[in-house]
């Protein structure tokens, strides 16, 4: 009787153990994804910053681009308006196709590629693109392998009553990135 | 995680190579305490002698090495503002490569285009491009050359081959000093000689010691140049995985590799450091067993060969397509399954000036760090000025206009683009 009691409780114990260990490695890799979500918004945010800036600069030489300008300012504020993660992702998609259409539509101003306000711009623009780029891979690095904790067994079990939910991919899709319209 | 698996059986490898290295420094000892002490403890006391040089130098290179190495090749340190571009490509690897801070930015007033990385550790890296290779590369074919030197930051390159360098330091210095004392003493002990009872053994000895010093310096410079050139190959499989473009460094590589101007301030044990052998700039595509670096030609081809994504495996692939054996990556990599996809190039941030207009800017750059002052003359000419200029009246040496040295202005108007 005391022997089966004192396993029973040894039992006890290690499960114990094992909850409280699972739940400090699930907040650990919560912390590592809001972390990396934390540096693809800080660039996020930093093109939102820039795009006024290039509008403004790009406005005086791009007369006959209106469209293009329009598309942007109108994808940085659907960008700037959006909430959940999955909303974020196509809406700043969206954008980052915008302004690489504006940028083949540069090509046709000379006087404007050799501004050098704006060449720093476009330095500033692109290097943002590409750490966007980055950041997105490693916080999908990180939300992958959250994911597949809170997934697999047995640390399901303690998730599941601990309430720890599934972290968003930041995809891209590319087969919702509009085809460029040609217009004659 | 495959990272980890990397750096781990790096550390495998070269820990055997470190080893041979260790024993040719043991070695060199002993036979030299034993030739030069005619006490029977001699061996063991010149072994400690051995291990206590190389422990000295590698705390001084371990402390300090970083500092030593970017002051002797003339590096300044630079910020954001001073050359933007080549802090956003450095920043955005950082990024992709998840380093916990920035690391410090130089660049080396020289017009040999070339890179190094150094820093014990990520916390504490520093990155140096000349002013050359700034020159001289678009921006996907830099982000290439970042990736490749924060490759050797994040794989512990830097902490290894500095210490393997003091180790081979150590030896050179050893064998040096027991051939220069050779000199010397080589008169005097002719009549000590006769004296001794144990004069054959000595003699021996001294013959031993001697074939030794010769040969502890080839084997352990063998060790430390095939260490290196693991290296090399193993922070170009990185540098793709960062960057997601193979071409950028392929083309980087094929370009710097071209000029014939060798970097000043490099020498033979400091060459592993940069990203292509700053010093014979003939022999850079010859496969030899005492250079610190693989041909570029071959470097070049591996790269060019990745079609299908950047992850280790594909560079593996590549490499055993190149060179015919596939020994390079341990199996964890080769099971690599993440998909890499490859990126487009940026050509759209295309920076419009021409390299030559590029380099005169970068001149100015440097003249500004340097301290220079500038005046520009209204015959369109811009008059540099050093520091320790101290003439009363300046004239301009195209339209021979008279100017006040005090009106200089401490940058020149074309640069700082905003």
Sequence with gaps: MMLALLIFLGGLLMVVFYVINTYNALVGLRNQVKNAWSQIDVQ????????????????????????????????????????????????????????????????NYPDLKANQNFLALQEELTSTENKIAFARQAYNDQALFFNNKIEMFPSNIVAGILNFTKQEFFEIQEAERAAPKVQF | MIMWELIKENQRKSWFLFMAMGGCL???????????????????????????????????????????LLSMSGAKEVNRHVHPQLFNVVEEMKIAANLPVMPRIYIID?????????????????IAVTAGLLSMLNRDELQGVIAHEMSHVINRDVLYMTFAGVLLGSIVILSESFWRSQYYSASSRRYRSSSRDNSQAQAVMMVVAIVFAILAPILARLFYFSLSRRR??????????????????ASALEKISRPDIQLANANRVTASMYIINPLKASSRNMVNAFSTHPPVEERIK???????????????EAFSKV????????????????????????????????????????????????????????????????????????????????????????APARVSPG
């Design chain 2, 110 to 126: 020289s017009p040999a285009p070339n890179a190094f990385a150094t820093g014990r550790n990520p916390e504490k890296s520093a």
């Design chain 2, 302 to 316: 591996i790269l060019r060969s990745m079609m299908k994504g950047a992850n280790y495996k594909q560079y593996a």
């Design chain 2, 26 to 68: 043991l070695a060199l000892g002993y036979t030299i305490g034993v030739a030069w002490v005619p006490h029977q403890d001699g061996g063991i006391l010149g072994m400690m002698m051995a291990a206590l040089l190389w422990f000295v130098l590698s705390l001084i290179s371990y402390f300090s090495g970083d500092s030593i």
């Design chain 1, 44 to 107: 996020l945010k930093r093109r939102h910053d820039l795009i006024p800036n290039l509008i403004e600069t790009a406005k005086g030489y791009m007369k006959h681009e209106r469209d293009t300008l329009e598309a942007i300012v109108n994808a940085r504020s659907q960008a700037m308006s959006s909430q959940s993660i999955g909303d974020k992702a196509k809406a700043e998609g969206l954008l980052s196709d915008a302004v690489s259409k504006f940028f083949v539509a540069v090509e």
């Design chain 2, 323 to 410: 060179k015919g054996n596939a020994s390079l990556m341990p199996s964890s990599a080769l099971a690599d399954s993440e998909s890499v996809p490859l990126r487009p190039s940026t050509a759209s941030a295309e920076d419009p000036r021409s390299s030559k207009q590029k380099a005169r800017d970068l001149g100015d750059l440097m003249r500004v760090l340097n301290n220079y002052l500038f005046i520009s003359c209204a015959c369109g000419l811009v008059i540099k000025i050093p520091m320790d200029f101290n003439r009363k009246v300046l004239t301009c040496p195209r339209c021979q206009r008279e100017h006040d040295p005090r009106s200089a202005r401490p």
């Design chain 2, 232 to 249: 090399e190959y193993l922070a170009d499989a990185s540098a793709v995985r960062l960057t997601r473009y193979p071409e950028g460094l």
